[in-house]
Nanobody, 119 residues
């Protein structure tokens, strides 16, 4: 499956952004989907994931109650709605597809989209 993430940009602290990740190739609905991020000088970290059916989600503590992951099977797209953004959310955000739940092994990755949150 091929993944392309987009929707990043510059936003002020407290603002919102919605990231999208479009999937093509193999059946989108076969995969659990996740979002990860990598801040400058830091390792990539998990942000959120959603099960194949969309019925289960899981979030990192740092984004819980601020970010929402969802998926649209008709559009082969997974979303990350980010609200109440903080400067520490600044990072390149990556979407990924994988198998296994909840310990998903992500085999396919998108190219990343940059989110910059100004204070």
């Amino acid at each position: 499956v091929q993944l392309q993430a987009f929707g990043g940009g510059l936003v002020q602290a407290g603002g919102s952004l919605r990231l999208s990740c479009a999937a093509s190739g193999r059946t989108f609905s076969s995969y659990h989907m996740g979002w990860f991020r990598q801040a400058p000088g830091k390792e990539r970290e998990f942000v959120a994931q959603i099960s194949r059916s969309g019925g289960s989600t899981y979030y990192a503590d740092s984004v819980k109650d601020r970010f929402t992951i969802s998926r649209d099977h008709a559009k082969n797209t997974v979303y990350l709605q980010m609200n109440s953004l903080k400067p520490e959310d600044t990072a390149v955000y990556y979407c990924a597809a994988g198998l296994g739940w909840p310990s998903t092994v992500y085999d396919f990755w998108g190219q990343g989209t940059l989110v910059t949150v100004s204070s």
